[in-house]
């Protein structure tokens, strides 16, 4: 089992940054990646980053490329997205995922936490 928690959301101002953190436990050394998703009420959940535990490769969905960062610090067990130039349509719940294997589809991550809000205001 894995536990995830995210933390970090809050409301902020178009332009302005935010950075979410999901703390992890449990099995966290059986997960390959860590990917960021986000949803948004009468959307469907879409993927943001992810980043292999191992290596650290990454990914970006394109709407956020350029603007978003994703890290992790192993020794915390902690994946981190960095988020700058925040737009209105970022505004979402996101939620940290593992998988384990390297994976980009929602559907292949196994482990979910309960999300956080971030509200970009115009």
């Known amino acids: 089992q894995v536990q995830l928690v995210e933390s970090g959301g809050g409301l902020v101002q178009a332009g302005g940054s935010l950075r979410l953190s999901c703390a992890a436990s449990?099995?966290?050394?059986?997960?390959?990646?860590m990917g960021w998703f986000r949803q948004t009420p009468g959307k469907e959940r879409e993927f943001v980053a992810a980043?292999?535990?191992?290596?650290?490769?990454?990914s970006y969905a394109d709407s956020v490329k350029g603007r978003f960062t994703i890290s992790r610090d192993n020794a915390k067990n902690t994946v981190y997205l960095h988020m700058n130039s925040l737009k209105p349509e970022d505004t979402a719940v996101y939620y940290c995922?593992?998988?384990?294997?390297?994976?980009?589809?929602?559907?292949?991550?196994?482990?979910w936490g309960q999300g956080t809000q971030v509200t970009v205001s115009s």
């Open positions: 449990g099995h966290i050394f059986s997960r390959a990646a």
């Open positions: 995922a593992a998988a384990s294997t390297w994976a980009l589809e929602g559907y292949e991550y196994d482990f």
């Open positions: 980043i292999r535990w191992s290596g650290g490769s990454t």
